[in-house]
C-alpha cells in the first residue's frame, strides 16, 4: 500500500479537518496537505523522478517535511530520509550511495552540502520552499505493489560506512498496524508531536497519524524543549511523541512544577536503555502516559511493547522485572533466543535475539558494498540476528542485557565506535585507538576514546576535537579523551574492549 494513498483517502473523506501544525498555528488541512503533496509529484515528475528513483531528505523538522514525503511517495519514489545531525560530508556519502536524483535540504545545510556533494547528478530544493505545479486533475497516487521499497533508512555500520536498509510498503504497514494493535489507539482528535528527528523513529509514527486523520504538530524551535512540549500539550491537547529515555527524563525535571499533562496523551520511549528509577518516578510524577517499544532500522519500532499498563503496574509481585524490560512480542513478529549455533535458548538464558515477521526489513541495499552478503548474515533461515543480546522470562517478558556489536547509544542516536576510530587514525600523530561507551546519566552513554600516540609524536585533545569536528557529526565525536602507552590486546592482537572498560571503571571508583 502506498503511504500517500492512505493520505489521498483521508482527505478526500475529512477534506477540512486540520493536519499540520507549527506550534499552535494550524499550516494546512488535510485537503491543503493532499492537494500540496500532489502538485509537489508533478513537480517531480518534471524532474524526470520516476517510480524506484530514490529522493533524500536532509532536513530538520518542519511541517514541509511531510509533504516532501508524501510527494516522493506519490510518485513510487523511495524516500532516503537522512539524520539531520550528520555531516554533510556523510549525508553526501549517503546520497551518491542511493544514487538519489534529487535531496530536499535546510537552508542551514544546503551550502554546506552543495560544497561537498561534488556532482551534478543530485539536483538540491530547500524544503521550506516546496515548488509545485497545478497537478492533473486525477493525481493519483503510483500503484505500489507490497515489496516495494518504500523508506531507504541508512544505519551506522560496524564497517564505518552506513548500510541502507530497505523497508517495503508491506514492511511499513505491519509497523502502522502494530501500533494500533500493541502500542495506542489514535483518533482525530489526537497529534502527533515531531520533537524527535522525523528521519528516524518519529518520523515513522507518521502513518498511523495519516491513516487516522490525526494532527501532525512540528514544535516551533523544531525540536526537543521539554517546557515547550508541555505547554504544546497544555494548548494543542491529545498529543503522543516518541521520546529517547533522555528526553523522558528532561520532561519529567520540566513536570515537576506542573499542575496538569491532561494535554499529553502518550509518551513512547525507546531507541536505548531506560534507567529504572527513571521510569518508575515519570510515571509518579505524570501517570499512566508512558509506552515502551523496542526494535532497530532493520524491524523499525516493531520487535516488542510494553503496554501503558504494564509500565503503570505497582501491583503484580514481578512488575519491577517486567518495567525493566522491553515488553513482549508485537503482534506482527515472532521472537526467539538463540545460541552461537542457531540453537534455541531457553527461558532465563542470555542469547540474541532474533525476530521473524512482515515488519522485517527486505534486505540491505544492493548499491552498498557487498550488501548482499550483509543481507545474508543478517537474515539466516528467515530470521533477523539483530545483534542485540537479551533474555526471555517464561511469560515472554524480553530484557536486552548486552549488544554483539559495540554500537553506544547516546541520547537515542547509534555511534559506532569503527567509524569515530577510522576518522582519528587519520592524524599523524595517532598511533592506535579504540573508542568505548561510557555510562552517562544524562545521555545514557558518551563517547571516550583511548589514544596511543606515535613514539615521540604530540597531540592535544583540542586538535583531534577538531579533527572530528571537520569529518563526522558533532554528537559522535569523543568527550573524552585517555591517552595511554598501549591498548590491551588478546593473543591474536584484538583489543579487549572490556579491560579498557574496565579501566574507566576504576577510574571513577
Not at 183 to 201: E, N, Q, R, T, W
Request: with cysteine; charged share 20%.
Amino acid at each position: 500500500m502506498n503511504p500517500a494513498e492512505w493520505l489521498q483517502r483521508t482527505a478526500t473523506v475529512f477534506p477540512d479537518r486540520p493536519a499540520l501544525l507549527l506550534g499552535e498555528a494550524i499550516i494546512a488541512s488535510y485537503g491543503d496537505f493532499a492537494d500540496r503533496v500532489a502538485r509537489l509529484a508533478h513537480w517531480l515528475r518534471g524532474e524526470g523522478v520516476a517510480s524506484g528513483d530514490c529522493v533524500a531528505i536532509f532536513a530538520t523538522n518542519c511541517p514541509e517535511y511531510l509533504v516532501a514525503l508524501y510527494g516522493i511517495w506519490h510518485v513510487g519514489a523511495v524516500a532516503v530520509p537522512i539524520n539531520a545531525k550528520l555531516h554533510p560530508r556523510e549525508a553526501a556519502w549517503i546520497i551518491g550511495d542511493a544514487d538519489a536524483r534529487l535531496c530536499f535540504v535546510s537552508g542551514d545545510h544546503a551550502d554546506d552540502l552543495a560544497e561537498v556533494l561534488q556532482a551534478d547528478y543530485c539536483k538540491l530544493q530547500l524544503v521550506t520552499d516546496l515548488p509545485t505545479l497545478p497537478a492533473p486533475e486525477k493525481s493519483a497516487p503510483h500503484p505500489t505493489q507490497p515489496q516495494d521499497i518504500t523508506w531507504l533508512f541508512y544505519t551506522s555500520g560496524t564497517t564505518g560506512r552506513p548500510k541502507g536498509v530497505m523497508l517495503t510498503a508491506l514492511n511499513l504497514t505491519l509497523m502502522t498496524l502494530g501500533y494500533l494493535a500493541d502500542v495506542d489507539d489514535v483518533g482525530p482528535d489526537d497529534a502527533i508531536l515531531y520533537a524527535a528527528p522525523m528521519s528516524h523513529g518519529a518520523g515513522l509514527y507518521n502513518f498511523v497519524h495519516v491513516l487516522r486523520g490525526a494532527r501532525h504538530v512540528v514544535p516551533a524551535s523544531g525540536g526537543f524543549d521539554a517546557a515547550e512540549v508541555l505547554d504544546l500539550g497544555e494548548r494543542v491537547g491529545g498529543i503522543s511523541m516518541f521520546a529517547a529515555p533522555t528526553m523522558v527524563r528532561r520532561l519529567v525535571d520540566a513536570a515537576r512544577d506542573r499542575a496538569s499533562f491532561d494535554g499529553i496523551k502518550t509518551v513512547v520511549y525507546g531507541g536505548g536503555p531506560m534507567y529504572l528509577a527513571d521510569i518508575i518516578e515519570a510515571v509518579e510524577l505524570m501517570g499512566p502516559r508512558f509506552v515502551q517499544i523496542y526494535g532497530q532500522g532493520e524491524c523499525p519500532m516493531a520487535i516488542t511493547a510494553l503496554s501503558r499498563a504494564e509500565v503503570a503496574d505497582r501491583a503484580s509481585p514481578n512488575w519491577k522485572a517486567r518495567l525493566g524490560s522491553v515488553g513482549r512480542p508485537q503482534s506482527g513478529v515472532r521472537l526467539r533466543i538463540a545460541r552461537p549455533d542457531g540453537s534455541d535458548a531457553p527461558a532465563g538464558e542470555i542469547g540474541e535475539v532474533l525476530v521473524q515477521g512482515a515488519p522485517v526489513m527486505a534486505g540491505y541495499w544492493t548499491g552498498y558494498e557487498q550488501g548482499c552478503e550483509s543481507t545474508a548474515k543478517a537474515i539466516r533461515d528467515g530470521w533477523l540476528w539483530t545483534g542485540d543480546m537479551g533474555v526471555l522470562d517464561a511469560d515472554g517478558y524480553l530484557t536486552l542485557h548486552d549488544r554483539s556489536k559495540d554500537v553506544i547509544i547516546s541520547g537515542g542516536s547509534n555511534i559506532y565506535p569503527r567509524e569515530v576510530e577510522e576518522v582519528l587514525l587519520t592524524h599523524p600523530a595517532v598511533h592506535e585507538v579504540s573508542v568505548i561507551g561510557r555510562p552517562n546519566a544524562e545521555w545514557g552513554e558518551e563517547v571516550v576514546a583511548f589514544v596511543v600516540r606515535k613514539p615521540g609524536a604530540t597531540v592535544s585533545e583540542a586538535e583531534l576535537d577538531t579533527l572530528c569536528l571537520q569529518a563526522i557529526a558533532r554528537f559522535k565525536r569523543p568527550k573524552s579523551y585517555c591517552f595511554v602507552p598501549d591498548l590491551p590486546k588478546n593473543n591474536y592482537g584484538k583489543v579487549l574492549k572490556g579491560a579498557l572498560r574496565d579501566q574507566l571503571r576504576e577510574t571513577v571508583q
